[in-house]
């Protein structure tokens, strides 16, 4: 059960008992593992051992970061700099990702103002680790048609496509402003009703397309990828990569 699913399941009445402004925003905190169900004062116990036995979250290790930490302190930064879209300063290499500037230290650590997700540490060390000085192609594919795509597929579209597609849905100008926030491009000449391009890492450009629903087809986003997206990071990492977005965008349209 991921954030949108969770939240289906939630009173909807925004009291701010628990903690956070709204319950999509406590729906996101419970997923991420910075809150639990039962800060929410109006799910009884059987509710709340239902819901709590369902919840998908963010399976992230202290290990797995502090061991890429390591092997990235390793590394050239400034000579990775230019292969993976950095800057260089004084104190690092700085990154762009989901709209927010991120600086990776040469002893591997991250920072940025305010908070910093354990997943996007992780991600953009994996980023410095994988990619290549390969230009990218326009070349725009789906999930899919990315090397070892096929066996995510599914994934992907149950944690990624389908619950942008929700948010959307649910509020289209919330969720358009959200995505316009961390730096989406409307673009022309695409076959949906609208479409936008977002860089999620500066080698790592997406299209976003989104057909609204009518009387006889129902609302979906479908994501495209630049056809090198796995020379810069694996299958697995794209896949938590847009579910990053995804709680991104339910955290600014909250």
């Known amino acids: 059960m991921n954030s949108i699913e969770l939240y289906k399941e939630l009173p909807k009445t925004n009291c701010g008992a628990c903690g956070h402004k709204t319950c999509m925003a406590l729906a996101i905190a419970v997923v991420k593992g910075s809150a639990t169900l039962e800060a929410c004062p109006h799910l009884d116990k059987n509710t709340l051992d239902k819901l709590s036995s369902n919840v998908t979250k963010l399976d992230v290790t202290e290990t797995m970061f502090n061991k890429l930490k390591e092997e990235t302190a390793k590394l050239d930064l400034k000579k990775a700099a230019s292969a993976v879209g950095a800057v ?38 994996i ?12 070349d725009w594919v789906s999930f899919d048609r990315l090397r070892m795509g096929i066996v ?14 929700e948010m959307f849905v649910k509020d289209y100008r919330a969720s358009t402003a959200a995505i316009k926030s961390i730096g989406a491009v409307e673009i022309e000449g695409q076959p ?15 299209l976003i397309l989104y057909w609204q629903g009518d009387d006889e087809f129902q609302s979906e986003i479908k994501v495209l990828f630049d056809s090198t997206a796995e020379r810069f990071l694996d299958i697995e990492s794209l896949v938590f990569l847009l579910r990053e977005l995804t709680i991104t965008l339910g955290e600014i349209s909250a």
């Open 127 to 138: 980023y410095i680790k994988t990619s290549d000085a390969s230009e990218m192609t326009n």
């Open 152 to 165: 995510k597929i599914g994934a992907f579209k149950k944690e990624c496509e389908q619950p942008l597609t």
């Open 192 to 206: 949906s009703s609208v479409a936008w391009k977002l860089y999620l890492l500066p080698k790592i450009p997406i």
């Open 88 to 125: 260089v300063t004084d104190s690092g290499i700085v990154i762009r990702c989901l709209g927010k500037d991120y600086t990776v230290r040469y002893d591997g650590s991250v920072d940025t103002s305010g908070s910093v997700s354990l997943w996007i540490k992780i991600l953009l060390l």
